[in-house]
């Protein structure tokens, strides 16, 4: 008479998920909501070349003379610092808020999301859509107005990069202070208004006066805008250009320390 053993029940292995594989899922489901906003797709790619073009005559108003600057390389990196505000900060304010209001922030809080890889993962679409069309539009305003090549495309890259970490960390620090989707739309105005005036987006703090030039050089994009220009240009030294980075991260993370400290993770009442 023969026996069998009886059969041993074989217990699932638990799936393990790094902080890449997480980000990644989150990045995937806010693109598929990102396609489907035709108003956020049209604010990031129609708004940054309208200004390019709306602005091309103030620039040329400009007296530029003694700065060492062109039109070029006045209206090209200032369109890519708008397509930067336009696909990541504006954007992501009314993510950060939209998804804490409906309670998904709250939710993934329940998983082994970790804080960060929430807002990071989120983050992640507007980001690739920024750096794909300032690659473009560098492309296209080249062309267009007959300008060299950036003569320090390291410059170019550093500012890209450090802009967009910024912007992440300045739309979670302004969601934080947001209370409703419909004011998100407003929230991020005054920080956009004084980068665009003060850090010399379309005009360059060259041409301001003295005293306003000084305090203009410490907002927080205006070493972001200086490495831009600086890759065109080419003209900032090893020290400029560490010191630009350093002050940029450092902003940065003052705005993380803010996010950390104010960010709400469920609706505000």
């Given at each position: ?6 059969a041993?029940?074989v ?15 989150l990045?995937r ?5 990102l396609?489907?906003?035709k ?47 336009f696909s ?5 304010v ?34 690739l ?11 296209g305003?080249?062309?267009v ?5 950036p ?8 500012g890209?990069?450090?802009g ?5 960390a ?14 998100a739309q ?6 956009m208004l ?10 360059p703090?060259?041409?301001l006066p ?16 200086d ?14 250009q560490?010191?630009?980075?350093l ?12 996010v ?6 469920g609706?505000?009442r």
């Amino acid at each position: 008479m023969t026996t069998t053993a009886p059969a041993r029940s074989v217990a699932a292995a638990p799936v393990r998920t790094g902080p890449a594989s997480r980000m990644a899922a989150l990045g995937r489901a806010e693109l598929a909501l990102l396609l489907r906003s035709k108003a956020s797709l049209v604010t990031a790619l129609v708004l940054p070349a309208t200004m390019a073009v709306s602005m091309r005559g103030l620039v040329k108003n400009l007296d530029l003379g003694g700065t060492g600057l062109s039109i070029a390389t006045v209206l090209v990196p200032g369109t890519l610092a708008m397509a930067l505000f336009f696909s990541i900060y504006t954007n992501l304010v009314g993510v950060y808020v939209t998804r804490r209001e409906s309670l998904v922030l709250k939710r993934l809080r329940t998983g082994e999301v970790r804080d960060w890889e929430i807002l990071a993962g989120g983050a992640l679409p507007a980001v690739l859509l920024a750096l794909v069309q300032c690659v473009l539009l560098a492309v296209g305003l080249t062309v267009v107005l007959d300008a060299p090549a950036p003569a320090a495309p390291h410059l170019l890259a550093a500012g890209l990069v450090v802009g967009s970490l910024m912007l992440v960390a300045g739309a979670a620090l302004t969601g934080a202070f947001t209370r409703t989707a419909e004011s998100a739309q407003l929230t991020f105005l005054p920080f956009m208004l004084v980068t665009v005036t003060g850090s010399g987006l379309f005009m360059p703090r060259e041409v301001l006066p003295g005293t306003a030039a000084d305090i203009s050089a410490w907002l927080p994009f205006s070493p972001v805008m200086d490495l831009l220009r600086g890759g065109w240009t080419g003209d900032l030294g090893a020290m400029d250009q560490g010191r630009l980075v350093l002050v940029s991260l450092a902003w940065t993370g003052v705005a993380a320390l803010g996010v950390r400290q104010w960010f709400r993770w469920g609706p505000r009442r």
